[in-house]
């Protein structure tokens, strides 16, 4: 059996014929004929250069093949070869960048192997920005989400792209570069952000994303930092600093374009950006869809709760919400998992739909009380999670983001 390799390539169907890859292309991978641009997969070093300056995005194919596709053949075309909707993530290129792969990795492990993205969502654009050609963004706001004294200090932080073209759909990541190096005398390593904010920025057409950071703090005893450099890098930032940024990456944990999708978006902490990315471009895209957000969203407390008094306005038309705290004075510790049960008058006959989007995203742990929900909930409605489980994912239907 031969084994896969990767492969750049451009579609016919989009490209302008501008010839600003070719002009890029520092190992001259690039070339054209009367007909196409086309990448020579035995030059192509996986670079990035020509990725970001593209105007349209018909340079942005990666596909992974049994044998690379010839100069010929591409010239050729009229348009891409079909192509399976999982195979950029079953390529591994999600991601270019070594520390972001790995990260994208590990976090969509429990969305089980093959990884697909709901049938109905955008084309994402990924890996536009490495860390050999960041882009640069502007720290436009910083603003505290918990209260002082509160035991977590989580921060909605803005980022604008100026007149860099950072084109982002809701679910999907970026990295920060953390200025400086570790202990080791290396660069530290990149760190992945959810996205919080809709396709069309903070405020409808402004060319910005926001992030939903937490501070971690844990030191070693000497005092020294052991975890949450780039945390406190990020939630340190200066409105006006500037910050290099990569990305942008994860093209599976996406939203279903369709209105007649019900999500349902279970979450704890800052696991809730994305979610809040999806709320938002319902509000905005589709505020009347048939289907509806509903939303399972765990923290300590309100205050703990990034985004609880934003969430009160959010109209219940649009979205189901069920807020599940585990320490409040004088009450049982209850987690999503519990409340999800509790609502499996609603949750079984979605299960039962086609249409039906299930997103986990937050801490590890909990996956597995979701899971035994959706179980309990699966018996008694008459379905097989496991059975439903597998056809989901296989369908693009069910993803979890776990950390
Ligand atoms: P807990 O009070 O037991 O820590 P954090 O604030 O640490 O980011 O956590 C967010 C929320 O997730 C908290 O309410 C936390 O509860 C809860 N949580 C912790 N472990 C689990 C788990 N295994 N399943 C579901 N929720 C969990």
């Known amino acids: 059996m031969t084994a896969a390799v990767k492969q750049h390539l451009i579609d016919p169907a989009v490209c302008i014929r501008c010839n600003t890859c070719e002009a890029t292309c520092p190992v001259g991978a690039v070339t054209h004929d009367a007909n196409n641009y086309v990448v020579d997969a035995s030059k192509c070093q996986f670079c990035m250069d020509c990725v970001s300056p593209c105007p349209t995005g018909s340079i942005n194919h990666f596909v992974e093949v049994a044998k690379p596709y010839s100069l010929a053949d591409q010239y050729s075309w009229t348009e891409l070869p079909p192509e399976d909707a999982s195979t950029e993530a079953a390529a591994g290129v999600e991601a270019f960048d070594e520390d972001a792969a790995a990260l ?5 492990k429990g969305s089980g192997g093959k990884v697909r993205r709901p049938p109905s969502a955008s084309d994402p654009r990924i890996n536009l920005f490495s860390r050999r ?5 502007t720290v436009t706001g910083n603003l505290r989400l918990t209260p002082e004294g509160a035991s977590s200090d989580i921060r909605h932080i803005i980022l604008d792209f100026g007149n860099t073209s950072f084109p982002v759909l809701e679910g999907q990541s970026i ?16 760190r992945l952000f959810s996205i919080a904010s ?28 052991l975890r949450g450099v780039a945390s406190n890098y990020v939630c340190d930032l200066k409105q006006g600093e500037k910050v290099k940024v990569v990305g942008p990456f994860g093209s599976t944990f996406l939203m279903p374009d369709d209105p007649e999708a019900d999500i349902i978006m279970i979450c704890t902490g800052t696991g809730s950006a994305p979610f809040r990315g999806f709320t938002e471009r319902r509000r905005r895209s589709t505020p009347n869809a048939k289907g509806k957000l509903h939303l399972f969203f765990g923290a300590r407390s309100p205050q703990e709760l990034p985004y609880f008094g934003p969430l009160q306005k959010v109209p219940k038309t649009l979205l189901d ?15 999503v998992q519990d409340r999800m049960r509790k609502r499996s008058a609603d949750l079984g006959p979605l299960l039962k739909r086609a249409t039906t989007h299930i997103y986990v995203c937050g801490l590890r742990g909990m996956e597995a009380g979701v899971e035994a929900s959706f179980d309990e909930i699966c018996q008694a409605y008459g379905l097989d999670w496991p059975q439903l489980r597998a056809a989901m994912r296989e369908s693009g239907h069910y993803h979890v983001e776990t950390y």
């Open 175 to 190: 990295g920060i570069v953390i200025p400086g190096e570790g202990a080791n005398g290396r660069p530290h390593a990149l």
């Open 104 to 108: 994208l990795a590990d976090a969509h």
């Open 198 to 225: 809709p396709r069309d920025g903070e405020r409808p057409n402004t060319n910005n994303l926001s992030l939903t950071v937490k501070r971690v703090a844990e030191k070693k005893p000497d005092g020294t930092e």
């Open 133 to 137: 050609n960041p882009a640069e963004a």
């Open 321 to 335: 919400q069920e807020l599940v705290f585990s320490r409040l004075a004088n009450k049982p510790k209850e987690y």
